[in-house]
């Protein structure tokens, strides 16, 4: 490489790795939201009725307003060494939480994915929800995931790696689904209607899934 072309590599190295950290932010600031969300969630009892059923969310509602203000408060002090040391720990945790198998391939992970059989395609996610739905409002992404792994599919997932394969497969979640008596994170039946109809569905709407 000549010393004229040398400028232009460090240029595009460096623009791709300042895409794949924002790709990779957006992606940690979603898992993170996430998780915060079925963390408050959580916090509802189902012993209690009516607003005391809702203290427990509230409570960690406040708390997280209460740090959220706090960090705040930290980033607005502008002491360089806060604002630089939580820029670096969110940049390191986002490039590490998301890199890909063919950057640092993990321990098994060939084998789990031997084990576990890939993931179904589109059509055949819709017309399985809409099976699991039947009459419902919609169905939880618990008991989907159950589904697939009584099937074979999805061995080690958990919710939060379910969501972002259905959300990849453009079939929006919705982070509180009331499919009985507590609110769960879920796929709604009106959701699925919004979905451009399946191939072949108009001719034989009660087909039901391969999985």
Not at 150 to 159: L, N, P, R, T
């Amino acid at each position: 490489m000549t010393l004229s072309r040398l400028p232009r590599a460090v240029a595009r190295r460096a623009l791709a790795a300042a895409d794949r950290l924002a790709r990779d932010s957006t992606l940690l600031a979603r898992r993170l939201g996430a998780r915060l969300a079925d963390w408050v969630a959580r916090g509802r009892r189902d012993d209690l009725t009516g607003w005391r059923a809702a203290l427990g969310p509230l409570a960690r509602l406040t708390l997280l307003a209460g740090l959220g203000w706090a960090a705040w408060r930290l980033v607005q002090a502008r002491v360089w060494w806060i604002n630089w040391g939580l820029a670096g720990l969110w940049a390191g945790i986002a490039w590490h939480l998301t890199r890909t198998p063919k950057e640092q391939p993990e321990e098994g992970a060939t084998e789990a994915a031997e084990e576990s059989p890939a993931f179904p395609d589109r059509d055949v996610v819709v017309a399985l929800l809409r099976t699991l739905i039947g009459t419902g409002p919609g169905v939880h992404l618990s008991t989907l995931l159950a589904h697939l792994q009584e099937h074979e599919h999805g061995s080690g997932w958990k919710v939060t790696d379910l969501r972002l394969r259905l959300e990849a497969l453009g079939i929006p979640v919705e982070p509180k689904l009331k499919v009985g008596r507590v609110p769960k994170r879920g796929v709604a039946a009106t959701a699925l209607d919004a979905l451009p109809p399946l191939a072949g569905q108009e001719e034989s709407p009660d087909t039901s899934p391969a999985v």
